[in-house]
């Protein structure tokens, strides 16, 4: 190894310190919440004086969340499970096919991407009371199934970018139908980025605000929008508490994921070996 | 040696291409390509990469259509029956085995789809891990396998169906050398055991060379020359076969006498005499490109009559047999290479030795130049 200079072992210094506080900061408002969730004062402050765990009893007690909490699962398991569905399936005509058209069809797609949230919740808004369309589920589900839809489109189409081909061509050579290879070659080996798909879509249904503050009614407000009705009443920790919940539950989902399938696969940032 | 297949008569043959014609976009990459591979026959199409072998290959298994043209499996028409219904086995370059799958699975695969009964598929799927000496490998994952056995497995998952004809898109080149040649010798076996029609892509000339009942020499989308590896090696048709077939020697000379069957061709003082049928067209006295296998030259002591001057470069020893690169001002590549075996192997030549060349007229061939 080359010696290295006072110079060098400074930058070294230097580079570590700025890495260790981008880091800090990146878990910084999780760490402050999740701090003052355990606050034995009513009011949201920081550093609390006394502890306790009396705010996570409380959320986990209060009508509204737990609605919330239930509509936001409905609503979730739908819209994402619909938007993979929808979303591998055109996946698949983009990756597979050429056809006109395709480069208008793949920007609509992902359009949702640039139009904000409140513009596609103000206009799934207007469009429901125009058509006398009830502020039901289905609403909530279908306003969250074109929002997630990038998100599902590009994981799917990146796996199936990556899947070699020749799997395909070797199950076709020994006599598998179309349909057979998809179902016994295609799909199994695509289960990674149908899973990071359908997680990313979860996770991102389950925390939508924006829209779904247009789109809910009393009877449909997920989570999220019971949170903002709550603190806009009250403003003790009780909500700190939801989001430390929160953050246990989604890392727990992508732990699972993990253990299961792998991060880097359901990530998309490794390739099948 | 094996007698070549005798090469049927249209219904007789295994595959068939007739005046096929397949272009991508702008490129042709068949250019009126016709072709009968013979039961039983071992075919090797060989050229250099984009020459449209793998494209023939793919004609063969129905991955792509032809423009126009037909192709034929087993003396029926192929050219719109889909690849799962043809009776093929192809193996793949990478193995394309399936990651999920572990061996046994992988090999019943073609049997699952052509839905054998289980207990027969189990005993066809221990027989076929058998062949390829993989017995007791069944539960494995192909991750888990070394290379080779990888290639077994893919070969057993070719074979278990029983194909008409089986398709090897490159299978040995991801191989090391010395596995390769043991694999080769493996995969020749068994094909010939089971009399097996095969189709076998390689840019690779000694591959093509060591396995091939017969061998198409293929270049921009037409086959430049077809017949028994030696016919290829000895008689080259046209350039492009000459030199990319085996090692050789490309040596500048001048056409002085022409009489069929015959041709003499000048190099300096000596006079070689080459197979007429290449030259049609030369006119007397025309400048000839003259082909010589590197062990169809003789080193001699300098000065020696009916020989060309050359300086020796570097000699190589290779076990069997040494090279010798000589400099000469007779050839119109940089170097001469000649190749000896036996008592002439033996011999130490010092860099910078002054030495002569004999050509020994056997191993000729001649091209008028392009």
């Known amino acids: ?273 | 040696m094996a007698e070549p297949a005798p090469i049927g008569s249209g219904n007789d043959a295994a595959v068939t291409f007739d005046a096929v014609v397949k272009r991508f976009g702008d490129v042709t990459a068949l250019n009126n390509v016709s072709l009968e591979i013979g039961r039983g026959e071992f075919m090797t199409l060989l050229g250099p990469s984009g020459c449209g072998k793998t494209t023939l290959l793919k004609l063969a298994a129905g991955f792509l259509g032809p423009d126009s043209g037909a192709i034929a499996i087993d003396g029926q028409r192929v050219n719109d029956v889909p690849t799962y219904k043809r009776e093929i086995g192809m193996m793949f370059q990478n193995y394309a085995l399936f990651p999920h799958m572990n061996v046994a699975e992988n090999v019943a695969y073609g049997l699952k789809t052509r839905h054998v009964p289980r207990h027969e598929r189990d005993k066809r799927v221990r027989e076929a891990l058998a062949l390829v000496k993989l017995t007791g490998m069944e539960d494995r994952r192909p991750r888990n396998l070394s290379g080779g056995q990888q290639q077994r497995v893919a070969l057993a998952r070719a074979l278990v169906i029983n194909p008409t004809v089986l398709l090897l898109d490159e299978p040995f080149s991801a191989l090391d050398k010395n596995l390769r040649a043991s694999m080769q010798i493996e995969l020749r076996e068994i094909q010939r055991k089971l009399g097996l029609t095969t189709i076998f892509v390689t840019h690779d000339q000694s591959e093509a060379l060591s396995l091939s009942d017969r061998m198409a020499v293929m270049s921009e989308g037409q086959i430049r020359q077809l017949g028994a590896p030696l016919e290829v090696y000895r008689r080259p048709r046209d350039r492009f076969v000459a030199s990319f077939v085996g090692d050789t020697n490309r040596m500048r000379g001048e056409l002085v006498g022409i009489a069929s069957p015959d041709a003499v061709i000048a190099l300096g003082e000596m006079r070689i005499k080459v197979p007429s049928e290449t030259l049609s067209g030369a006119q007397l006295s025309a400048p000839i490109d003259l082909f010589v296998r590197p062990e169809h030259l003789r080193i001699t002591p300098a000065g020696e009559p009916g020989t060309i001057v050359g300086k020796v470069v570097t000699q190589t020893y290779h076990g069997g047999h040494v090279d010798l690169l000589i400099e000469c001002r007779a050839c119109s590549e940089d170097h001469l290479l000649i190749r000896s075996v036996g008592d002439q192997a033996l011999l130490r030549w010092p860099p910078d030795t002054e030495v002569g060349i004999a050509i020994e007229a056997e191993g000729c061939a001649a091209f008028p130049v392009a």
């Open chain 1, 1 to 273: 190894m080359t010696p290295r200079s006072t110079y060098q072992r400074l930058l070294g210094w230097a580079g570590l310190l700025v890495v260790i506080l981008i880091l800090s900061f990146l878990i910084l408002p999780a760490a402050v919440v999740t701090i003052a969730a355990f606050n034995d004062k009513a009011i949201l402050s920081f550093p609390p004086q006394a502890w306790s765990w009396r705010w996570f009893a409380r959320a986990l007690e209060y009508q509204d969340f737990r609605d919330g909490f239930k509509n936001g699962m409905i609503v979730t398991a739908c819209s994402s499970s619909i938007a993979l569905l929808v979303g591998a399936m055109f996946a698949f005509v983009i990756d597979r096919y050429q056809f006109a058209f395709k480069r208008v069809i793949e920007g609509v797609l992902v359009s949702p991407l640039v139009i904000p949230h409140f513009t596609v919740g103000l206009g799934f808004l207007i469009l429901a009371a125009q058509i006398g369309w009830s502020r039901g589920f289905a609403v909530v589900v279908t306003c969250h199934v074109i929002l997630v839809l990038p998100f599902v489109l590009r994981s799917v189409y990146v796996s199936l970018r990556n899947l070699d081909q020749s799997y395909e061509l070797a199950a076709a050579s020994l006599g598998a139908t179309p349909l057979r290879v998809l179902l016994t070659v295609t799909l199994p080996l695509l289960l990674p980025g149908l899973v990071s798909g359908w997680l990313f879509a979860a996770i991102l249904s389950f925390n939508e605000f924006t829209a779904s503050l247009f789109v809910t009614s009393q009877r449909t407000q997920t989570l999220p929008v019971a949170m903002y009705n709550y603190v806009r009443e009250f403003a003790d920790p009780s909500m700190a508490a939801l989001s430390v919940m929160y953050i246990v539950g989604t890392a727990t989902l992508i732990a699972l994921a993990n253990r299961f399938l792998g991060l880097g696969k359901v990530l998309n940032i490794e390739q099948n070996s």
